[in-house]
């Protein structure tokens, strides 16, 4: 079933009320997908939680599989998937939502695969605000397809009464007709209309000063509905505005105050507020139409607020380890310097569970940036280039390294740039056996503190350097030690026992 339409239609909540229904299957495995699913480890991790919540036993190897960051996924975790699915003996709905944020060509392959191969008993929805780059014309002649689209989904005249009429407004014939031409059914409009017009004396004056385009229309009656809310709330749904998500913690966090409990519950009543469907850590959005113009409303009115309220909510994304929220807020509130060091402090971690992809698009963001060229953003891009095959690039990353001359350890915990540029070059061999001999007894030489994964990097280095050079005797000795090391990563410790 493929459900697109433009935001604002309603798409997730009718897809959450039905899948409550009496009628809907008994199963449902929900994944709310963001910019970071276009990563194929973390895409195919998430599918694969949210099968085993329902009770779903995906096969223990496939789940490793997602878990190591398995590069084999259409050869082993998607059939694993479909393999655990068809054993299951009861029938499972996948929600797939905001399907629009996967722009992968890999994962758009890989869905095209599982839809391929689905078995009887698992139905697929796509949430979407956009068609999907799958082959949907073959999906409709096959008579596979379901759809439902924007025009599906638009109020009808008596639906906008009905909406208007929750809120206490109550409208002669012609101008709910007149509200419903001007906003085309378009269900966000429609709502933040009846918001606006409630407990106005006058409510067709705001009718008939509706015009323009959708978003215009959008725009206004955001606007509208900040203006009838008191100071203090009104505060609040611009600050959180800034956050795809946010809980009580985050709110008191970068408001410094400690009134977010109150304003949510003062929240609720409205359909502005989202409660997730994963609601674990009692997370809550504001509708994306509604977040999308009050946050741009903020960082135009205020932005050295706003800038403060992103660097506020990125260190707290960052303390709780949710990396990818902390470096996209720090990004959001031009503090490029701070997301660039978070990315250098924990790429190793992500790339040792198969979340390369997501490193590379954090330093496509950063070379957008003034941060281009500075050091945190330098060693992670050399070693991304080493480890993807890319050595022209490597090459130009190390040379603008070899100019550095602060010798200060790294958020990674290499004790210099100068360590990061003889371990990359000691580890690759580009430059042939003698030169990475010479780099590797050097990078030994830095790294000395066994708490760092650096310490096994540089002992792996020299030894396979020795074992090229036929020093077998010492290439055991290092690779060894290297191999033993506690803070040794995956890769290096199966690089030393190989």
């Given at each position: ?6 935001a ?28 970071g ?7 195919w ?16 190897d ?52 599982l ?13 979407t ?98 203006v ?7 505060d609040f ?43 674990a ?10 977040a ?109 390294l ?12 290499t ?15 580009y ?9 590797g ?33 010492q ?24």
């Amino acid at each position: 079933m493929l459900i697109a339409a433009p935001a604002g239609f309603g798409k997730t909540t009718l897809v959450t009320q039905w899948s409550t229904s009496a009628g809907a299957p008994e199963l449902t495995a929900w994944v709310g997908l963001d910019s970071g699913d276009n990563d194929p480890t973390r895409l195919w991790r998430q599918l694969t939680t949210a099968l085993q919540r329902i009770g779903c036993d995906v096969a223990a190897d496939t789940g490793a599989l997602t878990e190591a960051g398995s590069p084999d996924i259409l050869g082993r975790v998607v059939p694993g998937i479909v393999n655990a699915v068809a054993q299951f003996e009861r029938s499972i709905i996948l929600v797939l939502d905001d399907y629009h944020l996967v722009r992968s060509a890999v994962c758009s392959d890989q869905v095209e695969y599982l839809i391929a191969h689905l078995p009887e008993n698992l139905h697929m929805v796509l949430v979407t605000r956009a068609d999907p780059s799958l082959r949907l014309g073959r999906l409709r002649v096959e008579g596979r397809l379901g759809e439902i689209r924007s025009t599906d989904l638009a109020f009808t005249v008596e639906e906008t009464r009905a909406v208007l009429a929750t809120e206490g407004v109550h409208l002669p014939a012609p101008a709910v007709s007149e509200l419903f031409r001007r906003t085309g059914g378009w269900p966000a409009a429609v709502y933040l209309a009846a918001l606006s017009l409630a407990g106005r004396d006058n409510p067709q004056d705001l009718v008939d000063q509706l015009s323009g385009t959708g978003r215009f229309i959008a725009d206004y009656l955001t606007e509208k509905v900040l203006v009838h809310q008191d100071p203090e709330v009104r505060d609040f749904m611009l600050d959180m505005s800034l956050f795809d998500r946010f809980n009580t913690s985050l709110g008191n966090h970068v408001t410094q105050t400690q009134a977010s409990g109150r304003l949510l519950q003062r929240l609720q009543h409205t359909n502005l507020l989202q409660v997730t469907l994963d609601d674990a850590g009692g997370w809550v959005r504001f509708h994306p139409i509604f977040a999308t113009l009050a946050s741009s409303t903020l960082e135009v009115s205020d932005p050295d607020r706003a800038r403060d309220l992103h660097h506020r909510g990125a260190g707290w994304f960052a303390d709780r380890d949710l990396i990818d929220e902390a470096v996209r807020h720090y990004l959001r509130g031009d503090a490029a310097p701070r997301a660039a060091a978070l990315v250098q402090a924990n790429w190793l971690r992500y790339v040792e569970t198969g979340r390369t992809a997501t490193v590379l698009e954090w330093l496509d963001a950063l070379h957008a940036s003034t941060t281009e060229h500075s050091v945190h953003t330098t060693v992670t891009a050399a070693w991304m280039a080493a480890l993807t095959g890319h050595p022209g690039e490597m090459t130009q990353r190390l040379r603008l390294l070899e100019t550095v001359t602060d010798d200060t350890p790294l958020p990674d915990g290499t004790s210099s740039a100068r360590s990061a540029v003889v371990l990359i070059r000691g580890l690759c061999g580009y430059d042939g056996p003698d030169r990475m001999l010479a780099d590797g007894r050097e990078a030994v030489s830095l790294e000395t503190n066994r708490a760092t994964p650096w310490y096994a990097v540089a002992r792996a280095a020299l030894g396979h350097a020795a074992y090229v050079v036929g020093d077998l005797q010492q290439a055991r000795d290092h690779l060894s030690e290297a191999a033993s090391a506690s803070a040794a990563p995956s890769t290096i410790r199966m690089l030393a026992l190989a």
